[in-house]
């Protein structure tokens, strides 16, 4: 650990930080108090699936996140941050497995399909060894518009707005914007072809 004053001169709480986007170190007790209260929020969420009671299902689900639109679902087991910075669209259904590391704003959009073991990762860390050793992160909002369709085992990468209707093929890492309508699949993730072409008659 170094003696480098990171935020001198910077009256912000690490919180602060985090939630403008720069870099902080995650110490914060409110955040600490909101990350704990989301772990217990995502047991009682699974455990009332498990009891098939829907409507305690729902409450504690609308509870734990930013926003949760009509019909949607969400299969557990969940796995987050925070909670309050994930925003899910109506109609949208997430497989079991999903990773949503919501250290920034996480938004799904409307009529979205999400494939088991999805990793939606908002964290940053610098590359420099001396300020990752002592511990500074930052986060990256990701978007994804409505209708689209993330592959099992999807990971999209901080700072990464996929457009509506794309569809990104299981196990492709996203690592850049992905425009509206298209097929992208691989590490790292590349269109294959858009939507709207006609397909080759077999």
């Given amino acids: 650990m ?14 602060e930080r ?53 019909g949607a679902f969400i299969k557990p087991p969940l796995a987050v941050d925070y909670g309050e910075n994930l925003h899910v669209g109506a109609r949208t259904f997430v497989n079991s497995g999903l990773t949503a590391l919501d250290v920034a704003t996480i938004t799904i959009g409307e009529d979205c399909q999400i ?13 420099d060894p001396q300020p990752r050793r002592d511990k500074l992160e930052a986060a990256e909002p ?16 901080p700072g990464v707005t996929i457009g509506d209707d794309t569809v990104v093929g299981a196990g492709a890492v996203v690592t850049r914007d992905l425009p509206a309508g298209v097929v992208a699949v691989g590490n790292p993730a590349r269109v294959v072809r858009r939507l709207d072409e006609p397909r080759e008659q077999v």
């Fill in 115 to 127: 494939g088991p073991n999805v990793q939606l990762l908002t964290p940053t860390h610098p590359l």
């Fill in 142 to 157: 990701i978007t994804l518009g409505d209708n689209v369709w993330l592959g099992g085992g999807v990971i999209v990468c």
């Fill in 18 to 70: 985090m939630l403008a986007g720069d870099l902080y170190i995650a110490d914060d007790p409110e955040s600490e108090r909101i990350a704990r209260r989301a772990t217990v929020l995502v047991e009682e969420y699974r455990l009332a699936v498990i009891a098939a009671d829907d409507a305690r299902a729902r409450r504690v689900l609308t509870d734990l996140l930013g926003s949760l639109g009509e």
């Fill in 2 to 15: 170094s003696d480098r004053d990171y935020f001198a001169g910077d009256p912000r709480t690490n919180r």
